[in-house]
């Protein structure tokens, strides 16, 4: 062969799409029907491989454990779908949007959700943690637009969110709309 004809085979590469889209995608419908329709000892490789119709070795070397697959459909089903609602202003913006993720998170699945996110080894929280960063940078942008005063993303994340997931993650006490707007207060009058 000559170098010219090396340079006009397909490339080694997957494809975008693909089998291996293909695979994920039923793996991961798999998944989310299992977790309607079982509890969660009912949620296996093999149900999961079975439900796909691919065998197990093909799961298990795709994402190595069921924690890490969990987490895999966790991180899909957490991915914002769009920005969030724009009210006017930035605490409008950032009111409607953690009152939404108050709800979304503090339910059951939200709350599986998260946890099987954090049951994963790996940089999975990390891509739940940029999620929500981008959400905030969107309303931030907003506010940079109309001029408008607003704190670091960072300190959203830290003085608001964080405590928000601590609380609906570790304590008994989950945290209600007003705990937001308290926190959102305190960001906001801390610049």
């Not at 991961?28 to 079982?38: K, T």
């Not at 459909?73 to 605490?91: I, K, M, N």
Request: proline share 8%.
């Amino acid at each position: 062969m000559t170098d010219s004809t090396l340079s006009q085979r397909p490339s080694a590469a997957p494809r975008p799409g693909g089998r291996s889209a293909r695979v994920q995608a039923a793996v991961h419908q798999a998944v989310r029907e299992l977790q309607q329709e079982d509890s969660r000892e009912g949620v296996t490789v093999p149900a999961i491989a079975a439900r796909a119709g691919v065998t197990p070795s093909t799961i298990y070397r795709r994402w190595g454990d069921l924690s890490q697959l969990l987490a895999d459909v966790a991180l899909e089903q957490l991915q914002p779908d769009s920005t969030p609602p724009e009210t006017g202003s930035y605490r409008g913006d950032l009111e409607g949007w953690l009152e939404q993720y108050l709800d979304e998170m503090n339910s059951g699945p939200g709350r599986a959700l998260l946890r099987d996110v954090l049951s994963a080894e790996g940089a999975k929280a990390c891509l739940c943690a940029g999620y929500n960063t981008q959400q905030i940078d969107v309303i931030a942008e907003r506010a940079r637009t109309r001029g408008e005063p607003f704190p670091p993303t960072a300190d959203v994340i830290e003085k608001v969110v964080s405590p928000l997931l601590y609380r609906i993650l570790f304590t008994e006490t989950p945290p209600v709309v007003g705990d937001l707007h308290r926190w959102i207060d305190d960001v906001l009058t801390s610049r």
